[in-house]
């Protein structure tokens, strides 16, 4: 079974630009996550989406981040304009969760370290 | 406010010997609780768990016990490997929410020396 995809592994962007991070969850699941992971913290969790539903948005900086899954498979979030302290890893996860369900063993992706100068 | 907290950044351990990460939380809501682990350039891997209804999970070379009363879990590895070096990841959830996202400790730099 494929994981996690993740692109890019990698980004280096100047502060005020934008960018934006793709997510592909394992094949079925319905329930996907975005985290971000500052250095040196744990992962915190920035949205949730039930198919292509947003369950949970509550610590997402509305301002400046947005994050779509259309079709309830693949995702994208984005960030404009980005600032110094969106330096982080942005990890994307999926479980099969259905109906909201129990989040139990999510199953991340690689991340994608995003560094703002 | 961290909710959860694991309080050793860093843990050195022999090879062979029992490796102990701890964590502590404070949310009494909390009722399901989960360790995962994290290579370098990876994302975490979830490696056990443990409901409040049981004190004691245990999987091969992990086990990980949970204290309600004192609000901490810890995770045994034994025998401890160079290859269980990694990051470990305390997180907890609350199982009947039905939205049940993860918050997640900072994490415990696990090096196991051969």
């Known amino acids: ?117 | 406010d961290q909710q959860v907290k694991q309080n050793s950044p860093s843990l050195s351990v022999q090879e062979g010997r029992i490796s102990i990460l701890n964590c502590d939380y404070t949310n009494s809501m909390f009722d399901y609780f989960l360790w995962y682990k994290k290579y370098p350039a990876e994302g975490p891997t979830f490696l056990i768990s443990i409901s409040s209804i049981k004190d004691k999970n245990e999987d091969g070379r992990f086990t990980v016990f949970l204290n309600k009363s004192a609000k901490h879990l810890s995770l045994h590895i034994v025998p401890s490997q160079p290859g269980d070096s990694a990051v470990y990841f305390c997180a907890a959830t609350n199982e009947n929410s039905g939205n049940t996202p993860l918050v997640f400790g900072k994490g415990t730099r696990l090096s196991v020396i051969a």
């Open chain 1, 1 to 117: 079974e494929a994981g996690v995809a993740q692109s890019p592994r990698y980004k280096i962007i100047e502060k005020r630009q934008s960018v934006a991070f793709w997510c592909n969850p394992i094949s079925g699941h319905a329930t996907l996550y975005w985290y971000q992971q500052i250095l040196g913290q744990g992962p915190k969790l920035l949205i949730q989406f039930q198919n292509n539903g947003v369950v949970d948005d509550s610590q997402l900086p509305k301002d400046r981040f947005s994050a779509e899954r259309l079709k309830g498979v693949d995702s994208t979030l984005k960030i404009q304009p980005a600032k110094l302290e969106d330096s982080a890893v942005y990890l994307c996860a999926s479980t099969p969760g259905t109906s909201g369900g129990p989040t139990y063993e999510q199953y991340f992706g690689p991340g994608t370290r995003l560094t703002v100068t």
